[in-house]
């Protein structure tokens, strides 16, 4: 174990000088310290790993991209597919970019998700010949499906519900806008449409219950009821 003095840290590390001040380290016994500093070997061969999995990734997807592109173009029938591959794997960035590497709260990625999920799905559905399943059913299900998920998340963290009421209202007034498009006709279906208006108007009424005071005032304040 070597020690800084100027740091006051024990470094577990063969290198000569401190990471933090650069200064000499001189070497000590395990007991003469009592702070100590990560272990800097170790933590640089696991971000190195990381690093070196996430270009595997990266360079597969892009493999995989162009080789369904080119064979696309080489067994041409009419349809586009593999632009549908490359959606898919766009998705999966999207959603290990915003779900697992994001630094933004819960909230924040759920909206995320919910703007861009369906415009994927959208592309997806003009490249297969726009049959619209995707405004038709999918996006008033994801609405839906978005709206659980941040009450879900207001549930189990109760002492932040400041920080995430927002989203929930954004992805609530987000509920009504199926409705919208099925009047104006761009939705033929309803009863997706259905679905999402009910559970907005459910997730708006059981919010202005069984908030507290302070959550109503807050709500008044914000939107100057």
């Given at each position: 174990m070597k020690y800084c003095n100027k740091c006051k840290l024990s470094v577990n590390s063969t290198k000569k000088h401190c990471p933090l001040c650069y200064?000499?380290?001189?070497?000590?016994?395990d007991n003469e310290c009592v702070d100590s500093y990560p272990d800097l070997d170790s933590?640089?061969?696991?971000?190195?790993?990381?690093?070196?999995?996430?270009?595997?990734?990266?360079?597969?997807?892009?493999?995989?991209?162009t080789t369904c592109f080119f064979i696309n173009l080489l067994t041409w029938s009419g349809l586009l597919w593999s632009l549908i591959i490359v959606l898919g794997i766009i998705l999966s960035w999207e959603i290990v970019a915003f779900l697992i590497l994001g630094k933004k709260n819960s909230g924040f990625k759920v909206v995320c998700n919910m703007i861009v999920l369906p415009l994927l799905l959208v592309a997806a559905d003009l490249i297969t010949g726009w049959h619209q399943?995707?405004?038709?059913?999918?996006?008033?299900l994801i609405i839906s499906a978005s709206t659980l998920t941040i009450t879900i998340i207001l549930y189990k963290k109760r002492t932040k519900w400041r920080e995430y009421m927002i989203y929930q209202l954004i992805i609530t007034i987000n509920g009504f806008i199926p409705i919208i498009l099925y009047l104006c006709g761009f939705i033929k279906e309803f009863w997706p449409v259905g679905?999402?208006?009910?559970?907005?108007?459910?997730t708006i009424v059981g919010i202005w219950i069984f908030a507290d005071?302070?959550?109503?005032?807050?709500?008044?304040?914000?939107?100057h009821l």
């Amino acid at each position: 174990m070597k020690y800084c003095n100027k740091c006051k840290l024990s470094v577990n590390s063969t290198k000569k000088h401190c990471p933090l001040c650069y200064l000499d380290l001189t070497v000590t016994k395990d007991n003469e310290c009592v702070d100590s500093y990560p272990d800097l070997d170790s933590n640089i061969i696991l971000i190195s790993r990381y690093n070196f999995i996430f270009r595997l990734m990266l360079f597969i997807s892009v493999v995989v991209a162009t080789t369904c592109f080119f064979i696309n173009l080489l067994t041409w029938s009419g349809l586009l597919w593999s632009l549908i591959i490359v959606l898919g794997i766009i998705l999966s960035w999207e959603i290990v970019a915003f779900l697992i590497l994001g630094k933004k709260n819960s909230g924040f990625k759920v909206v995320c998700n919910m703007i861009v999920l369906p415009l994927l799905l959208v592309a997806a559905d003009l490249i297969t010949g726009w049959h619209q399943w995707s405004v038709n059913i999918v996006m008033p299900l994801i609405i839906s499906a978005s709206t659980l998920t941040i009450t879900i998340i207001l549930y189990k963290k109760r002492t932040k519900w400041r920080e995430y009421m927002i989203y929930q209202l954004i992805i609530t007034i987000n509920g009504f806008i199926p409705i919208i498009l099925y009047l104006c006709g761009f939705i033929k279906e309803f009863w997706p449409v259905g679905t999402s208006l009910l559970y907005a108007v459910i997730t708006i009424v059981g919010i202005w219950i069984f908030a507290d005071k302070q959550l109503k005032n807050e709500l008044q304040k914000r939107f100057h009821l």
